[in-house]
């Protein structure tokens, strides 16, 4: 009598696993069941090799369609931006610009003149081979984009400034004034990004005496000077901060991935992206993917599409979080909160409704075998509406257990009661 009964039992489960199994996909807009239904209080009996469980407790799969997209986060900073800084001591001979200006490409930053001294040993005597050596240095730009935490500094777009000390030729954008040897020294004491520095002449068009070593900074693209840190006839030491230029009228932001998300990136694919406390939609294209060894990240460039609604609302240092989209449209599983486990949900309460990286939780999967499997999934989105998450990863030949089970019920029989 005891064996009719088991049997019985079991062709009662197989029978419920089938017809749920058979079940047509609902709509999209169709919700599970309600969070407060009674399965919480259902019983559920757990010996060596079976978990025993009703029927509420268990949850046919019902599907979704959904876009597959990560999430970006960073801060909106120019993409051209220099910071001028002396190598070796300068005087300041003359400031064209103050703080605020906006000034255009080749025009006029600053008159410096390298200070010798006897103590620094990277000085050169003007009639010496050495000192007339075309790769002698004075001031060197580096960019200051803010970078996401925890990266090294690299170049982030090819017309940006570089964060390398360069060495100035005389071919490059320098006005010799004399053929003399000390002229050739002069021509040769300044860099930056875009190698954009003439000497000998000075504030009034003059040519110079080439052993004062004068030499004009100039601006290598059109911007802004955000600041200004010198004045005329100050001296300054090495590895001062002079100016810094920046054009805020070509924008992006840069945000870090787990370099597994590199074969879902390219460059070109749009961004749609919002700044924090305004509700208003915006548009990047992604410009550049990085990755970087220490540790093993990548980084993704963003630049602005330049139109009305961004040139006047984005400004630097603002933060944004936006989201690109990859892949084909994929097909998900709907659930409720209680199929979810060893997972985190509060970031999934607010707008968008999509976690920023990927939020990996577990649930327990009945098999058609009829046991108990913890099978690691992806939760997608959360639909505030009908209160239940999207997730990816469970196949749609099985069925989902709501009650929350212990870790070592991985394996048992389920059994309906």
């Known amino acids: 009598m005891t064996a009719f009964k088991h049997s019985k039992k079991s062709l009662y489960l197989l029978s419920v696993l089938l017809l749920a199994a058979c079940q047509p996909s609902p709509s999209e807009n169709e919700s599970v069941a309600p969070e407060n239904t009674a399965t919480a209080?259902?019983?559920?009996?757990?010996?060596?090799?079976?978990?025993?469980?009703?029927?509420?407790?268990?949850?046919?799969?019902?599907?979704?369609?959904?876009?597959?997209?990560?999430?970006?986060?960073?801060?909106?900073?120019?993409?051209?931006?220099?910071?001028?800084?002396?190598?070796?001591?300068?005087?300041?001979?003359?400031?064209?610009?103050?703080?605020?200006?906006?000034?255009?490409?080749?025009?006029?930053?600053?008159?410096?003149?390298?200070?010798a001294a006897m103590s620094d040993p990277t000085v050169k005597s003007d009639t010496s081979a050495e000192g007339n050596s075309s790769k002698e240095k004075i001031v060197t730009s580096t960019t200051n984009n803010k970078k996401p935490e925890n990266t090294p500094s690299i170049d982030d777009n090819s017309d940006s400034s570089s964060t390398k000390a360069l060495s100035v030729n005389n071919d490059a954008n320098v006005n010799n004034t004399s053929n003399d040897k000390e002229a050739s020294s002069a021509a040769n004491l300044v860099t930056d990004n875009n190698n954009a520095?003439?000497?000998?002449?000075?504030?009034?068009?003059?040519?110079?005496?080439?052993?004062y070593n004068l030499v004009t900074i100039t601006a290598s693209f059109s911007g802004r000077v955000e600041n200004l840190y010198v004045t005329t006839g100050e001296k300054t030491a090495a590895r001062t901060s002079l100016l810094e230029l920046s054009d805020e009228t070509k924008l992006h932001f840069a945000a870090t991935l787990p370099i597994q998300a590199e074969p879902q990136l390219s460059v070109g694919q749009t961004v749609n992206f919002t700044i924090e406390g305004n509700t208003d939609k915006f548009t990047g294209q992604v410009s550049k993917l990085v990755p970087t060894s220490q540790p093993k990240r990548l980084l993704v460039y963003v630049n602005v599409i330049d139109?009305?609604?961004?040139?006047?609302?984005?400004?630097?240092?603002?933060?944004?979080?936006?989201?690109?989209n990859y892949g084909q449209i994929d097909v998900g599983t709907i659930v409720p909160k209680r199929a979810l486990h060893d997972?985190?949900?509060?970031?999934?309460?607010?707008?968008?409704?999509?976690?920023?990286?990927?939020?990996?939780?577990?649930?327990?999967?009945?098999?058609?075998?009829?046991?108990?499997?913890?099978?690691?999934?992806?939760?997608?989105?959360?639909?505030?509406t009908?209160?239940?998450?999207?997730?990816?990863?469970?196949?749609?030949?099985?069925?989902?257990?709501?009650?929350?089970?212990?870790?070592?019920?991985?394996?048992?029989?389920?059994?309906?009661?």
Not at 395 to 405: G, T
């Open 41 to 115: 209080d259902s019983p559920v009996v757990i010996t060596n090799d079976s978990v025993t469980m009703t029927p509420e407790h268990i949850l046919s799969i019902k599907s979704s369609r959904y876009q597959p997209s990560l999430g970006l986060q960073g801060s909106i900073e120019p993409i051209k931006q220099t910071k001028f800084i002396a190598v070796h001591p300068v005087n300041i001979e003359k400031t064209f610009v103050s703080e605020g200006q906006w000034v255009e490409k080749g025009t006029p930053l600053l008159v410096i003149r390298r200070l």
């Open 197 to 211: 520095v003439s000497n000998g002449v000075n504030v009034d068009g003059k040519k110079l005496n080439p052993r």
């Open 307 to 324: 139109n009305e609604v961004s040139r006047n609302k984005l400004q630097p240092e603002m933060k944004v979080t936006g989201r690109v």
């Open 343 to 384: 997972v985190d949900l509060t970031e999934l309460q607010k707008p968008p409704y999509m976690p920023l990286k990927p939020l990996t939780a577990n649930v327990w999967i009945i098999g058609q075998d009829q046991r108990l499997t913890r099978q690691p999934i992806e939760v997608v989105e959360y639909d505030p």
């Open 386 to 417: 009908t209160q239940q998450y999207l997730i990816a990863g469970v196949s749609n030949d099985s069925l989902i257990c709501l009650a929350d089970l212990p870790i070592d019920s991985e394996g048992k029989k389920v059994i309906v009661s």
